[in-house]
């Protein structure tokens, strides 16, 4: 590990599960109570905008009600002490990194306590709800959707994230099932580009195949060490 100058980190709902919040493709999953195509596409906002709010504003209080874990926090470290460069790319909308420390984090599906002006396309931090359609503080229009990335819509700063997978000599996937792109296909792109390719998850994932090492537990546990290693 000594000689890695550049880290992409990929994460998953599975970093944030050991604070409390649920992720979607285990049998308890949120995909389980709440259909995709009902609470996670531009037509299901749509077709019953209520319970795509409500479903949004649960999300919300759940994540200001959770913490950062020592996964969270060892990344936190990670951001604060390596010298060369380093992105955490996130495929998860809580706030949980940057509260555990890091501030090199970009989050590729949009985040839970931001929210969207279709009016006037503005957007603001957000910590109350949006059921009851308030204002929009810049345009005063009641026209504010999460600022969440939905299935078949572009996630967010791709190039950005392209650039640094290609200039990476270490990806490092944590808590992610490998299930969904474009976020799956890091990995591939990642080793096109020579770099080292890490996992770290609670178990074999769908991408496991195209990493050069998997390490399985909790992340609570493979974080930390793994950044000590990086760290020396
Ligand atoms: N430590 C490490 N890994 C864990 C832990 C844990 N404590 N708990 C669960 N995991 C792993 C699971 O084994 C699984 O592989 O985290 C992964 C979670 O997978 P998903 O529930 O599919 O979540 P994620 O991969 O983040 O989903 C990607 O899909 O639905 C969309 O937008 C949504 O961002 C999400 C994307």
Redo the contacts with the bound molecule.
Sequence with gaps: MRDIRNIVVLT????S??SGLR????ED?L?EDHP?EQV?TPEGFRRDPDLVQRFYDERRAGVMAAEPNA?HRALGRLDAEFSGDLLIVT??IDDLHERGGASRVLHM?GEALSVWCTSCDARHQWHATLRDGPPCPACGEPAMRPDI?WFGEMPYRMEEIFRAISQADLFVS???????YP?AGFVQSARDHGARALE????A?LGSRFFHETRL????E?VPAWVGEVLG
């Design positions: 998953g709902a599975g970093i599960a050991e992720t979607f493709r285990a999953g995909w995709v996670a996964a495929q998860n599906h990335v944590i808590g992610t099932s490998g299930a969904v976020a770290l998850n609670l178990e994932s537990g909790k992340a609570s493979l």
